[in-house]
């Protein structure tokens, strides 16, 4: 976790040589450069686009630099955690994440997309995993919105409503997070399997459904939760909130998740556990995802000062820039408890009537769609001193303000004279 980031140094040359790389947004030359850093023309166009910035960038650029801390942060636990219970073992076998944005194929190319005006790498190991790396979650999040939106596109141009389902249950901080997984999964087993359950959606003129599982964690423990968006007859009305309760009650009582002895909790259950919404949106849907998801110090301030965020608890890789006692140990009793499980999941053959494409976390971590430009190919060794300075997010803060220039005077402050070899190309793992 320490950072050692070497600040200020001067250059021992006070000239920097970049070859091999173009600068500024969308830069057509291909030219080679050997660039002063204070007098170029491409630095003279990184500062002007610098400046430029919408307000809007300044939080994604805090954003992401709060997703690099907490992979690292992530990065020594599952380390940790690897050496600990299988000593023999490369810890990257055993968490991929350990390993993602971090170690290189080869040299590592730093991307940037003119469209987004962002900067990214290319040729890292990539884990692809939504619950445990912060990084792979946020990429893979914002492709899956991509598909919510064409779900509901398609269903509004066929004459189905969208309506958004949220089942909930009560927990206790003595609960682990893999025995509440596992009664809730057996919950939803009990509910759907019921004749009256059948019938219930014969009725609905049922097409299919979205679910999200999320996992908050507040003062009564884990809180694993589902949003449901169910596309149904535009005739279904709340009405149907009461038949839904009386028949999640019957589930979770049987899967152990409510007692109902206790007069107290059958009416609390009564009052909260499904919240049904009609007509929703993508935005609306999207907007319940992102309550649970969304995590970062703006957003869990916010929570902190309110009862209702209070309540709701903070996501999981909050636990990564908090680092309050007991937050190491939940954060891996989290990735432990998620593992195999889907974070978003279809019902069958609906992303195929919709027209969209079976993509995998792990190529949606990968994905990148639109053309970048390469602005510095990075040596390997040149990539030791910026990730062991926990400097990849700032690396890409640099490109992004100053293109090639900046991330010569990056490297600069951590006392590496850049002069990589003359190339192009390197993989390309998309804007993070
Ligand atoms: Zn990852």
Redesign the pocket.
Known sequence: MGKCITEGRPPSTGRTALSGAKTGAGAGSDALLGITAKSSRGYREGMSRGRGKAKGKATDKAGRAQRYAA?STARELLRADALKRYPGEYPGDVH??CD??YVNHGSVGVHYTAAHQSAHYGGLV????VW??P???SKIQERRRLEIEQGIEWALLNGFQPIMVTFTFPHRAFHTLRELLDMQAEAFRLLRKTTRWRKLMKRLGFQGLIRSLEVTHGVNGWHPHTHELWFVDPSVGTALQVELVDLWQAACVSAGLLDDSDAVAVWAFGQHSVDVRCNATAGAYLAKQDDSRSWGMAHEVAKATSKAGRAKGCHPHHFLIRQAPGDAERYLEYVQGMKGRRQLFWSPGLKAKAGIGDASDDEL?KDQREAADLLALLPPEVWKVVRGNDARAELLDAAERDGADGIALLLWSLGVEFTPPPSRGGGDDGPE
């Open positions: 992979h991929r994440t993602c944005r990539t884990c692809g995993s445990a790396c990084i792979c979650a971590a």
